[in-house]
C-alpha cells in the first residue's frame, strides 16, 4: 500500500509540475513577467501536498520535498532560459513576419529556478548517502 502511494504521490507532483509549466507559459509575455495565475499557483499547491504525501508515506529518507523543490523550479528555468532574438522593448510594434522579438527572460526568475535545482539535487544526494549509510549497518 505504500507503495502505491508513493507512485501516485510522486505521478501527481510530475502532473503538478505540468501544469505549473503550463500556466507559468502566460507570465513570460512580450510585455514583461505577468504575476503567477491560478494555473501556477494550482501546480504548486498540487506539488506540495503530493510532496507531503510522498514524506509522510515513506520512512525517512522521503522522496517527497527535493523532487517536489526540482519539479517546482524546472518550469521556471526552462521558460526564463535566455533565448535567441532581441528582446521586445516597452510598447513595442505588433508582432509580424517583419518584425520579432522576443517575451524578456528575467535572469533573477532563471537564477532563482537554478538555485532551486540545486538545492534539489542536493538533497536528492544527502538521501542517498544516507540511504547508503542505512545498508551498511
Do not use: K
Not at 4 to 18: I, N, R, S
Not at 45 to 52: F, G, M, N, R, T
Request: net charge positive.
Amino acid at each position: 500500500m505504500r507503495l502505491l502511494t508513493l507512485t501516485l504521490a510522486v505521478l501527481l507532483q510530475v502532473a503538478g509540475a505540468l501544469v505549473t509549466w503550463y500556466g507559468a507559459q502566460a507570465m513570460f509575455t512580450t510585455e514583461g513577467v505577468m504575476p503567477p495565475n491560478l494555473i501556477v499557483i494550482f501546480g504548486v499547491v498540487v506539488i506540495v501536498l503530493a510532496s507531503i504525501v510522498a514524506m509522510r508515506s515513506q520512512p525517512p529518507p522521503a522522496v517527497g520535498w527535493w523532487l517536489g523543490v526540482a519539479l517546482v523550479s524546472l518550469p521556471f528555468v526552462l521558460i526564463a532560459m535566455p533565448g535567441p532574438g532581441p528582446q521586445c522593448p516597452p510598447g513595442h510594434p505588433p508582432l509580424t513576419s517583419t518584425y520579432n522579438c522576443v517575451a524578456p527572460r528575467p535572469l533573477a526568475i532563471f537564477a532563482l529556478g537554478v538555485a532551486g535545482l540545486g538545492v534539489a539535487l542536493w538533497g536528492a544526494w544527502r538521501d542517498v548517502a544516507r540511504l547508503r549509510r542505512s545498508e551498511r549497518t
